[in-house]
């Protein structure tokens, strides 16, 4: 079976850096994804990892760790339009399966 | 063309009704997915095909049936629903073999009175 954690809500600050992290339990592991969903819409692909270690996109970077099953995404210089959910999800035997979300508010 | 094509963008059908969502893609992709998101929930994933085959069903119930007629496209017949089944239904691709990144349509928004 697969198991997916991360934390349901998290606010910040306009300007500033915020990490979500993903914990996963899987029986088959092809990568880590992380999606955005703003409400209403359709999820869009923000990172892949496959390999342990950092992968840099611009104000986006994800974080991969294997042998801990535990990944995180990293926001800089967070605008108002990050508000959003961001969707921790595991690849295995040809399926995406998808954490819970993050819900995630930026302030003034 | 990075798109994923889904109509229509909004459904309102009875109990008794039959309809059908239609998804389409010309990415080349080889694998094509539905997912029903629920409000203020993950999506949920339904059916995968991979080169036009039905790869996994995720124990949906048979008021859903897939179809994939060909490889851009990708259908889901509804009949006899249930109010809970009012969701978001998103459809996706990617290459074959469904390690790569999924791409998702805008999904349809079904309401079931």
């Known amino acids: 079976g697969q198991n997916i954690d991360q934390p349901t809500e998290m606010t910040a600050t306009e300007g500033a850096i915020v990490q979500i992290n993903c914990t996963y339990q899987?029986?088959?592991?092809?990568?880590l994804f992380w999606y955005q969903q703003h409400a209403g819409e359709a999820p869009t692909f923000l990172s892949y990892?496959?390999?342990?270690g950092l992968e840099e996109k611009g104000r986006f970077s994800s974080f991969l760790s294997r042998s801990k099953g535990y990944s995180y995404l990293l926001l800089k210089e967070l605008q108002m339009k990050d508000s959003a959910s961001y969707l921790c999800?595991?690849?295995?035997?040809?399926?995406?399966?998808f954490g819970a979300g993050t819900r995630l508010a930026v302030h003034p | 063309d990075t798109e994923v094509t889904q109509t229509p963008k909004h459904l309102v059908m009875g109990m008794t009704n039959k309809k059908s969502l239609k998804c389409e893609q010309h990415?080349?992709?080889?694998?094509m997915y539905w997912y029903k998101q629920k409000a203020k929930k993950p999506p949920e994933l339904m059916f995968v095909?991979?080169?036009?085959?039905?790869?996994i069903n995720e124990s949906v119930p048979s008021r859903f049936s897939p179809e994939c007629p060909n490889s851009s496209l990708l259908n889901l017949h509804l009949h006899a629903l249930q109010p809970e089944d009012s969701a978001l239904y998103l459809c996706?691709?990617?290459?074959?073999?469904?390690?790569?990144?999924?791409?998702f349509g805008e999904g349809s928004r079904l309401t079931v009175l």
């Open positions: 095909y991979s080169y036009e085959k039905l790869s």
């Open positions: 990892n496959v390999l342990d």
């Open positions: 999800a595991v690849s295995g035997y040809n399926k995406l399966i």
């Open positions: 990415m080349g992709h080889r694998a």
């Open positions: 899987t029986s088959g592991f092809n990568g």
């Open positions: 996706a691709s990617s290459h074959a073999g469904g390690t790569g990144e999924l791409f």
